[in-house]
């Protein structure tokens, strides 16, 4: 069985896309749409990475984040997040919570796709800093 | 000084429509040639008798040499030196008399600048603050990231599935639709927010843009007392609706008692005797300095005058009043530079900190700073902070100087250990 993506995301054409580009790729996608219970939804999936956006329905990314980072289920999941918000505050408060990767929309489907790889495999992903 | 700009050129117009010899003239007025030469071309200052000799020789009056000339390319050209030290400024006359193409047109470039620079920071204030932009922004974005993943999808996939393509092809449709939309209802806003440029949001900002259209000196307020508030409260826009009137009776009826203590004319006398320095006129009325500070913010501007500045906080940092001086931006919303000593003053109550400001565009300012406590007439309230800081530019200009900017996106400097986020002019963190 090949490896699984939780993906954290409202937009439904940007879920299409990603699912569509994953899915091809060979892993497996699975999809919560909201802030709330989405902690839940990962214990749950027990994914290989976590795709996450910051601006959800009933929640912020940043919240979800820190609740995992400081949890005991799934501490060192790797996390991308992916989000509209590209301000230099945005990342570096990602990045004090302990995000993996950090991505901002619009973004390249090869780069998205190239990072979710490093991620599951343990490598640092090479991500430029306004990668669009 | 600028009335006298120009007179080199026409003594020397005057002369040569008499097809005078510059000898001639000399000898007449009783100068020498090289001297008369350096006065015809602007290097040096002419005026009192010899100016009217020569305008006797040239027969005219005194008046049509030294009259009319340039003023105000003059004073726009010592505004560009205001805030640029390396510059000559002591040949601002020489230059404009001797190049006033090439002046007005550094006079209107700056003046343009100006006005960008001022609309490019309005614009980051709305962009960083204003909630329905934010929200607009995301929504293009996240449209945008759909219409580009999408369409690089298809276009890397030419075999790709039917189904999959005409899915994707209505995704991309629905997204622009979306990205249209939002790019509409943005245009509309940013329109609405070009009507209410001279609207108000609140009734601080209603009152700060009555100060601000006055240049912060109300002649009304100058002598006509309790009056003259309730006067301009019933008929200036500005304090239309109970909280805009009740904040503004405050505001007007402190300037009213300031004025009252401290008369125009005296004080005025007063503040050029000891040079602005606000504590020599503290001492010289025996008041406290923060009314010295306003009453200094609210002299009408004048050639010989200073630029002066005044900002005062609350002890959470909040501006509750800005005059911005000329070459020292403030900003309009968010938090201000964290190095002004406007905040630094509240660290040590009472105890008023003058220091030597250099912003990072060049212009050097005298900065009097003083946090106080404001009275209570209760037991155990809570403590009522506000710091004060006056702007005075330097004249002459120093090279030493604490550098600040206005706030962190707009400001320039390269290293900074206080900065918060990153400059978008320079994208330096």
């Known amino acids: 069985m090949g490896q699984s993506v939780l993906l954290i995301e409202d937009e439904p054409n940007i879920i299409e896309a990603i699912s569509f580009l994953l899915e091809r790729d060979g892993w497996t996608v699975r999809l919560h749409t909201e802030g709330q219970g989405a902690v839940d939804a990962v214990v749950a999936n027990d994914p290989d990475v976590l795709i996450l956006d910051v601006m959800l329905p009933g929640g912020s990314g940043f919240d979800i984040l820190r609740e995992l980072r400081q949890g005991a289920a799934r501490p060192d999941l790797p996390i991308l ?18 995000v993996s990767s950090f991505m901002t929309k619009p973004f390249s489907n090869s780069e998205m796709l190239q990072t979710v790889r490093d991620l599951s495999k343990g490598r640092k992903p090479v991500v430029s800093k306004d990668a669009v | 000084m600028p009335k006298i700009a120009l ?31 350096l006065i015809e071309h602007n290097r040096r200052r002419i005026g009192g008798k010899l100016l009217v000799q020569i ?7 005194p008046s049509g040499l030294s009259e009319g000339a340039d003023v105000e390319l003059v004073h726009g050209l010592e505004t560009v030196a205001s805030q640029s030290p390396s510059v000559e400024a002591d040949r601002v006359e020489e230059f404009v008399g001797r190049f006033p193409g090439w002046a007005a047109k550094l006079t209107d470039q700056n003046e343009r600048i100006d006005l960008l620079e001022r609309s490019l920071r309005g614009l980051n204030d709305r962009l960083t603050h204003d909630p329905v932009l934010t929200e607009k922004m995301h929504d293009v974005l996240g449209a945008v990231a759909a219409i580009r ?5 298809l276009v890397d996939t030419p075999t790709i599935d039917a189904e999959w393509r005409a899915r994707f092809h209505a995704n991309i449709d629905v997204e622009s639709r979306r990205l249209a939309e939002t790019s509409e209802s943005m245009a509309a ?6 009507k209410d440029e001279a609207g108000y949001k609140t009734p601080l900002e209603a009152i700060a843009a009555f100060f601000e259209i006055r ?38 009826s402190v300037y009213a008692k300031d004025a009252a203590r401290l008369p125009l004319n005296e004080f005025s006398i007063s503040a050029t005797e000891h040079n602005y320095d606000p504590a020599a006129i503290a001492r010289a009325f025996d008041v406290g300095l923060p009314r010295v500070f306003r009453r200094l913010a609210t002299l009408p501007r004048a050639p010989d005058r200073p630029e002066i500045g005044l900002v005062i906080c609350d002890a959470a940092g909040a501006i509750l009043l800005r005059k911005q001086p000329l070459g020292f931006s403030f900003p309009r919303f968010g938090a201000a530079c964290p190095l002004w000593p406007l905040f630094g003053a509240m660290r040590s109550i009472g105890a008023p900190q003058r220091t030597t400001l250099k912003t990072v565009e060049g212009a050097v300012f005298k900065s009097y700073s003083v946090a106080t406590l404001q009275e209570r007439v209760e037991f155990d309230a809570p403590l009522n902070v506000k710091s004060h800081m006056l702007l005075v530019s330097a004249d002459p200009p120093v090279d030493e100087g604490r550098v600040v900017g206005s706030t962190c996106r707009m400001c320039a400097a390269e290293e900074c250990g206080a900065r918060r986020e990153a400059s978008i002019l320079t994208g330096r963190n």
């Open chain 1, 81 to 98: 997040m992916l989000t509209a918000r590209g301000q230099t505050k945005d990342r570096e408060l990602a990045e004090g919570y302990g």
């Open chain 2, 7 to 37: 007179t080199g050129s026409r003594i020397r117009d005057r002369r040569l429509a008499l097809q005078l010899k510059q000898a001639d003239l000399a000898k007449s007025a009783g100068v020498s040639a090289s001297y008369l030469n």
């Open chain 2, 55 to 61: 305008a006797d020789v040239l027969g005219v009056e």
């Open chain 2, 149 to 153: 993943s999408t369409s690089s999808i």
């Open chain 2, 189 to 194: 806003h940013f329109d609405q927010l070009t």
């Open chain 2, 215 to 252: 240049q912060f000196h109300i002649a009304e307020l100058e002598e006509g007392g309790r009056e003259a508030v309730e006067g301009i409260l019933a008929n200036a826009p500005e304090f239309e609706g109970a909280a805009a009137r009740s904040l503004g009776r405050k505001a007007l």
